[in-house]
């Protein structure tokens, strides 16, 4: 158990339905990381958070868009789905986050399934 | 763009032998290199890692090795045993102060230990 906790674990919905995944980072971490695995890829990240700001943004679409609220814990807002955009999708989160030697813990994972 | 590639989709190996999981970069900024275990239905869990300053690090059955030159780590596991039996993923970051922790993940080598 990372101590990174994720909800829901499954989730269907249909096309261009919003949806909102929830990650609580371990006790203590200050940053929160968003990736997303669809079938056969590695993890693409999306998005970072430190302390309720912003950090770092990959390759996360326009109609995906999160936040990191006061107690830390950050929530995923996925809107307008596509079939495209059935994947798995991981919360990580580490002590800090502004230096590249922190390893991330990681969460179990949403599986998102469009139909 | 990929920047991390793991070029194997899967490996099998005999209990007890070495198993060699392979990594290639593009980016010649990443100064810093993750594994990643995954497990079915559990999120990826950090194994080992190892910093552009080394060439190896050693933990255990596990040792990382790193060819700077060639853009290429490995990962080295001896003697495989079959709880070893996973999706091994590797990751890269570069140092980047102002622009948070961005690790870029391989696409995983499922490794399977044969008892």
């Known amino acids: 158990d990372s101590g990174v906790t994720q909800t829901p674990k499954h989730l269907i919905t249909a096309t261009g339905q919003r949806v909102t995944l929830r990650c609580s980072p371990r006790?203590?971490?200050?940053?929160v990381y968003w990736y997303q695995q669809s079938l056969d890829q590695g993890l693409q990240f999306l998005i970072q958070?430190?302390?309720?700001?912003?950090?770092a943004k990959g390759n996360i679409l326009e109609r995906f868009s999160a936040q990191q609220f006061p107690d830390l814990h950050s929530e995923l807002n996925l809107s307008s789905l596509e079939l495209g955009d059935s994947a798995l999708y991981f919360c990580a989160s580490s002590p800090s986050g502004l230096s590249s030697y922190n390893e991330q813990f990681f969460g179990p994972g949403t599986r998102l399934t469009v139909l | 763009d990929q920047q991390v590639k793991q070029n194997s989709p899967s490996l099998s190996v005999q209990e007890g032998r070495i198993s060699i999981l392979n990594c290639d970069y593009t980016?010649?900024?990443?100064?810093?290199f993750l594994w990643y275990k995954k497990y079915p239905a559990e999120g990826p869990t950090f194994l080992i890692s190892i910093s552009s300053i080394k060439d190896k690090n050693e933990d255990g059955r596990f040792t990382v090795f790193l060819n700077k030159s060639a853009k290429h780590l490995s990962l080295h596991i001896v003697p495989s045993q079959p709880g070893d039996s996973a999706v091994y993923f590797c990751a890269a970051s570069a140092r980047a102060w102002d622009t948070g922790n961005q690790f870029y993940f391989g696409t995983g080598t499922s490794l399977t230990v044969i008892p």
């Open positions: 980016n010649s900024m990443f100064d810093y």
């Open positions: 006790s203590g971490d200050l940053s």
């Open positions: 958070y430190y302390n309720g700001e912003e950090r």
